[in-house]
């Protein structure tokens, strides 16, 4: 896992902000090791629930980003 910086743009003015997000070469087991332990230890994994506001794109790549990006942030 690395961080990026993505440029945000809030109320016209652009501001910096640091997300997690996997590596492209992640393995898929470890990606689904990696999600289950930051949604058991603390990070608010319910948006990527079927109905939740998160769930698509329904990858693990995508799903893993955002898990590890609300521990990173937690």
Do not use: E
Not at 27 to 37: E, F, I, M, P, Q
Not at 44 to 66: E, K, M, R, V
Request: glycine letters at 6%; aromatic letters at 12%.
């Amino acid at each position: 896992m690395f961080s990026t910086v993505v440029l945000v743009v809030l109320y016209g003015r652009i501001a910096a902000a640091t997300w997690c997000v996997v590596r492209s070469v992640a393995s898929r087991v470890a990606l689904l090791a990696a999600l289950d332990y930051a949604c058991d230890t603390g990070a608010d994994c319910g948006s990527l629930q079927l109905s939740g506001l998160c769930f698509l794109p329904n990858t693990i790549q995508a799903h893993a980003s955002y898990a590890f990006n609300r521990y990173y942030m937690r």
